[in-house]
């Protein structure tokens, strides 16, 4: 799919059920942003912030106290100790990817990309001259070891995982992260480890983190964000996490072209991730009873087809018809629901749509009628 035309697509589904814009009946089932406000205690550190004067230039790295509690937070996650010098406060998950893959990606460097998974990631590689080398999923939609290792040329310098996976909503069991972290020390490149949707992982599926796997220490390179985890996705707060000072490359480039993320942002995340509360409980319960309620209704409309996600907030969604996936999306769009083109998320994507229950569920009911209302008119 051409770049203009994804961003077209993505432009028109954005603009829905915005007052006095054209298209505004669609209805759009392609929005990662969580329904839920931001926590109480959360908001409430943000406005106490802005009350004592946290409203100046704060430290490009991000504050201490911050990163400090990132830092136990990712050595609470099984592996070795970080420290705050292990951790850069970014704008988001995505800028820290940017700097991460800027620092360490020379033009005509190969980053290895599992097929499908989120669609910056290519985007970004190609933005800064590197080569995104798709490498597709087996059957089941789970990473395929033996094409990972035929993916692999003199070129290879990384392989980017996303875990839990956006689209398609695998979570890796531990031995799949150890088959990952003995294939990059095999092959002596860097592991890239988006883990945004770390806290959503439902049925008793087991959150694997690359960080337990001590022998990666010195090429790990983890990325993660408030976004989903504690709804802060409008905050723009996330953060890199490196040992062995490989973070200190990834914190020049995000320096220089982002520079510092806003000073009352770090201090809501500092509430974020020093508070004990029950939301994170509470929402995995409601997404839960979403995800269950979206894949019955998507497996009652003839000629769709898809699996309950072990994590993240998506469903990927078989469609069987005899057109290309864009067509598809496009036709949709005419009838008034806005999904995600499979093809966006990477080549094989082809034949599926990317379906999101983070909104609520009379939201999405409603879509899904209007999307069984579509396949009808085929």
Request: net charge negative; glycine share 8%.
């Amino acid at each position: 799919m051409q770049v203009s035309k994804a961003i077209t697509l993505l432009s028109q589904s954005k603009r829905a059920n915005k007052p006095g814009i054209p298209n505004k009946d669609v209805l759009s089932l392609t929005n990662g942003d969580p329904d839920f406000d931001t926590p109480d205690h959360i908001r409430d550190a943000a406005i106490a912030a802005i009350r004592e004067g946290h409203t100046h230039y704060t430290s490009q790295i991000g504050e201490a106290d911050l990163r400090d509690a990132i830092a136990r937070h990712v050595s609470g996650l099984g592996g070795g100790k970080f420290t705050a010098d292990d951790i850069l406060v970014t704008a988001g998950a995505t800028s820290g990817l940017y700097a991460t893959m800027k620092a360490y990606l020379d033009v005509g460097d190969e980053v290895l990309i599992h097929d499908p998974s989120f669609s910056l990631y290519a985007d970004i590689a190609r933005s800064i001259g590197a080569v995104p080398v798709f490498v597709p999923w087996d059957e089941k939609l789970r990473l395929d070891m033996d094409a990972l290792e035929r993916a692999v040329s003199p070129r290879t310098r990384m392989l980017l995982l996303n875990n839990p996976v956006n689209p398609t909503g695998i979570v890796f069991t531990q031995a799949e992260v150890q088959d990952v972290a003995d294939f990059v020390i095999r092959h002596n490149m860097l592991l890239l480890s988006d883990e945004a949707y770390d806290h959503l992982v439902f049925d008793g599926h087991t959150m694997t983190s690359a960080v337990q796997f001590e022998d990666l220490a010195d090429r790990l390179i983890l990325i993660n964000t408030c976004s989903k985890t504690f709804a802060m996705t409008g905050w723009r707060l996330g953060y890199v996490a490196a040992r062995n000072s490989l973070v200190q490359a990834p914190t020049m480039i995000h320096r220089t072209s982002v520079g510092f993320v806003n000073s009352i942002s770090q201090r809501a995340a500092l509430a974020a991730f020093t508070s004990q509360t029950d939301w994170q409980r509470y929402m995995l319960n409601e997404y839960t009873k979403r995800r269950d309620l979206m894949c019955g209704l998507v497996n009652d409309i003839p000629g769709l087809h898809c699996e309950k996600p072990e994590g993240t907030f998506y469903v990927f969604v078989r469609v069987e018809v005899e057109m290309p996936s864009t067509a598809f999306t496009e036709h949709c769009l005419k009838h008034g629901v806005a999904v995600r083109n499979g093809p966006e998320f990477g080549p094989n994507g082809e034949g599926y749509i990317r379906l999101t229950f983070a909104g609520k569920p009379e939201h999405f009911k409603l879509g899904l009628e209007r999307l069984e209302n579509a396949m009808r008119l085929l």
